[in-house]
């Protein structure tokens, strides 16, 4: 895909057309009302994107790529697996919670892509869950965690950060820090022996 020379510009791009699908929702928002907030012929856009689908990828697809490789990088560190689990654990609640909007469309628009986006995508969301299950087993492996099922402990993860997205307000009286903090704190306490 062809892309603004400005990279402020891309990014600008990216922040507006994330905000008009999330709160709008993919299917709601035209490539016209997508120019017009940005201030630019609807012609203009189809410079910088094939499609509305391909930016919606886009957008869902920077956002795992950018957790993954994070996520990737802290399970290859030379850490205590406990260690590990709240690195990887209190970055996810910071990274999805303080980006709303892309979390917004991952749980809500993953089925407004085509097959082959969104089989790229979950393949990617697949990828998650191994990293975080193989800590999850690694600790249960040293006798450190309780008899839980690590899919079950991770998919409950996923689901009290992804649910940020119904109340948790990064302009309220809970900081990310704060909540990132709390989530591995919930989440470790109930889970480590």
Not at 82 to 94: A, K, P, Q
Request: aromatic share 12%.
């Amino acid at each position: 895909m062809p892309k603004p020379q400005n990279p402020k510009r891309t990014k600008e791009i990216y922040r507006v057309i994330a905000h008009l699908f999330a709160y709008r929702g993919y299917h709601s928002t035209s490539m016209r009302e997508i120019a017009r907030e940005l201030g630019m012929n609807q012609s203009s856009l189809y410079h910088y994107f094939t499609s509305k689908q391909e930016i919606l990828f886009t957008l869902m697809n920077d956002a795992i790529d950018d957790v993954l490789a994070v996520l990737e990088e802290i399970s290859s560190m030379d850490l205590l697996p406990e260690d590990r689990l709240n690195r990887v654990l209190g970055f996810y609640t910071h990274y999805y919670a303080g980006d709303q909007e892309r979390l917004i469309l991952l749980i809500n628009e993953m089925n407004s892509l085509n097959e082959e986006y969104r089989s790229i995508l979950v393949g990617k969301q697949r990828q998650y869950v191994r990293l975080i299950k193989s800590i999850l087993e690694e600790l249960f492996g040293q006798d450190k965690i309780k008899q839980i099922d690590p899919v079950i402990a991770t998919f409950a993860f996923f689901g009290m950060v992804h649910y940020t997205i119904k109340w948790y307000h990064k302009d309220g009286r809970v900081s990310l820090d704060q909540l990132a903090n709390a989530f591995v704190e919930i989440f470790t306490k109930g889970i480590l022996r």
